[in-house]
């Protein structure tokens, strides 16, 4: 039997990629002297969600006019379709098949865009550098393109190193499918006859993703997968059965889950340590109202960790960090959260996902390395990042930071810091995000390198707007080395402002095509309300002050605060525990499902088999599981 073998490239290597299905041609060359013969086919494709395999085509009958497919059987773990022009459709995922098939393979999802689908519906406008609101705006269509001809600067030997030794440290999975077709063919004497091959599809999965819906530079972190299962049985701040103990005391690759729900409040700040990375915390897996932090902040010091469904509300009475008096110019209270590579340390791979981070004094999420201290591949994405109670600052990101990814969050009620970024700060992109209620916008400062993308910026009635809606800092770096990318950003649905004046003008390192390559595909502005508002934050039970918040941005309402007592203060969370029948064998996932997908709840070592394929353990399709519920 001869194997036909196929490589298909596509945008992304990402699991889960909504990609058209391509149209896969088998190369045949000498098969076609060999005669009446229907030859099995090998495919090797990147995922996407259909494959039109066109098996016919190594096969060597003399007259193909006379050759049908008349059956096929059904895949171990997908599905197969015959289509009439005499080709199969083959869905790696049974869910993705189609009531009806045509021989397209469907229409591109709405998040898919080219530039050139759509446009920003107005020109941009290039504001004078000012403190104050613009008088003359200039628009941009009266500056020759500056775009053109600036090349990308190369990155340093050690961060080309630092990213290919991530990419190494990524596990690399494949899954193999089989199913047979059946041809019918038609002699001159009328005389039907059938053959049988077999067809062998692998998918290349690249570097699996955190979870399939993750996206960007950190979407390849792997967290917990293939350890061991630690449950959060009460709501103390220490000892055994805490969250703390969890993350500080216990070390190895491990996934958190919480068999309780309600406030937990910290005493001081809650570390994931270095030598304590290698995490997952699962908060969608509490019951009822979910997992609230309060009292103190989070910070996360390793690398490998996945946080999804988390609450982080500090509280105005948090205040430790350096504080100090504040009056001073040295005041600094701690963040709500804070992602920090101390000297001497490199911290990649961070997801998080679908969080709400409120209440915070001096950032509510920062993002920083040190003098040698490094930061690579982090997502930050489905956040609501909202009502800073001190200084009103949103997100830095600072100090020898690169690929990082902010996408579909909501920045809410912070008076400024929408993001900033500044100080060895490489490759961000800032994609599809909602900034609401606030003073000023986007700062990024010399030597950053950037795509700004499809974001939509709205005042409030207290909004006291200052700066232009993207503008360029200065900084004891070098201006020439700065590099963006903005497409399709919108103010109060019209045009942005982007600072053009002395030593703040952008205009120069404006790029004509995106810098950033995570595989990231942005929606249009145009959807970016919808989309994000009704998924943002821990959304699987929304509280009342994620609610408010969001009513305030689809309502034009609301305003800064200085103490969460201003808006009801900490909402009620119901605290309750799980029966002990929940999880009979204590391996993180529910008897029910289990029972659901064929697996034995009475066996606690089968969290880390792979029951369908996929690729993720049964431990990680439980947790994705409950997501989309």
């Not at 039997?1 to 596509?10: A, G, H, K, N």
């Not at 001081?268 to 915390?281: A, E, F």
């Not at 963040?335 to 950032?363: E, F, M, P, Q």
Request: hydrophobic residues 30%.
């Amino acid at each position: 039997m001869i194997l036909v073998f196929i490589l298909v490239s596509l945008f992304s290597c990402s699991k889960d990629t909504d990609l058209l299905a391509d149209y896969i041609v088998s190369d045949f060359r000498e098969a076609r002297f060999i005669g009446n013969l229907a030859i099995g086919d090998n495919f090797v494709v990147a995922p996407q969600k259909s494959i039109v395999l066109d098996v016919l085509a190594n096969d060597t009958f003399v007259n193909p006019d006379k050759v049908k497919i008349v059956e096929t059987s059904q895949p171990t773990k997908g599905t197969v379709v015959i289509n009439e022009d005499k080709t199969l459709t083959y869905y790696p995922d049974s869910s993705d098949t189609p009531e009806t098939q045509n021989n397209t393979g469907g229409d591109l999802e709405d998040s898919q865009f080219t530039p050139a689908e759509y446009g920003n519906g107005e020109e941009n406008i290039i504001a004078e550098q000012s403190d104050t609101p613009q008088e003359t705006p200039v628009k941009e269509d009266t500056i020759k393109n500056p775009n053109v001809g600036i090349k990308e600067t190369e990155q340093t030997p050690q961060q080309q190193e630092i990213q290919q030794q991530a990419q190494q440290d990524q596990p690399k999975e494949t899954i193999t499918d089989e199913f047979t077709y059946t041809v019918e063919t038609t002699d001159e004497d009328n005389k039907k006859t059938t053959q049988e091959a077999v067809v062998t599809v692998t998918t290349d999965l690249g570097s699996l993703k955190a979870f399939p819906s993750a996206e960007g530079y950190g979407k390849n972190a792997s967290g917990g997968r293939g350890g061991f299962v630690y449950h959060v049985t009460n709501l103390a701040d220490s000892g055994p059965g805490s969250l703390r103990n969890g993350v500080e005391k216990i070390k190895g690759t491990r996934t958190i889950v919480f068999e309780v729900s309600g406030y937990i409040t910290l005493t001081k700040p809650l570390k994931i340590r270095r030598g304590y990375g290698n995490l997952t915390i699962a908060g969608q897996t509490a019951p009822e109202d979910g997992i609230a932090l309060k009292g103190s902040s989070f910070w996360i010091h390793d690398s490998n960790v996945i946080i999804r469904y988390l609450r982080i509300r500090p509280g105005k009475a948090w205040l430790p960090a350096g504080t100090g008096a504040s009056t001073s110019e040295n005041y600094e209270p701690d963040d709500a959260v804070k992602i920090r590579a101390w000297s001497g340390s490199t911290i990649r791979n961070i997801v998080l996902d679908h969080c709400s981070i409120s209440w915070g004094r001096d950032g509510l999420l920062d993002i920083a390395g040190s003098a040698s201290g490094f930061l690579e591949d982090i997502t930050i994405q489905n956040n609501i990042i909202a009502e800073n109670v001190d200084k009103g600052y949103g997100t830095l990101v600072d100090n020898n930071v690169s690929h990082v990814t902010f996408f579909k969050n909501l920045y809410a009620h912070n008076k400024e810091r929408n993001i900033l970024y500044k100080n060895q700060t490489f490759y961000v992109e800032f994609v599809n995000n909602i900034i609401y209620g606030f003073d000023r916008g986007t700062v990024l400062f010399y030597n950053t390198k950037s795509d700004i993308i499809g974001n939509v910026y709205l005042t409030s009635n207290t909004s006291k707007r200052a700066l232009e809606t993207i503008r360029l800092g200065t900084w004891d770096e070098p201006k020439s080395g700065t590099r963006l990318y903005q497409y399709d950003n919108t103010e109060d649905g019209g045009a942005i402002t982007i600072s053009s004046n002395g030593n703040s003008d952008v205009i120069p390192h404006l790029r004509s095509s995106a810098i950033c390559n995570s595989d990231l595909t942005p929606m249009p502005n145009s959807k970016v309300m919808n989309t994000v508002l009704s998924k943002v934050g821990a959304s699987l039970f929304r509280d009342e002050a994620d609610n408010r918040i969001i009513n305030d941005v689809i309502n034009g309402t609301g305003s800064r605060i200085t103490h969460e007592n201003q808006v009801g203060g900490f909402p009620i969370l119901t605290s309750v525990t799980r029966p002990y029948n929940y999880d009979s064998d204590n391996d993180g996932m529910a008897d029910n499902w289990e029972i659901t997908n064929n697996l034995d709840p009475n066996n606690p070592n089968d969290g880390n088999a792979d029951a369908n394929g996929d690729g993720y353990t049964n431990l990680e399709s439980f947790l994705y599981s409950l997501t989309k519920s």
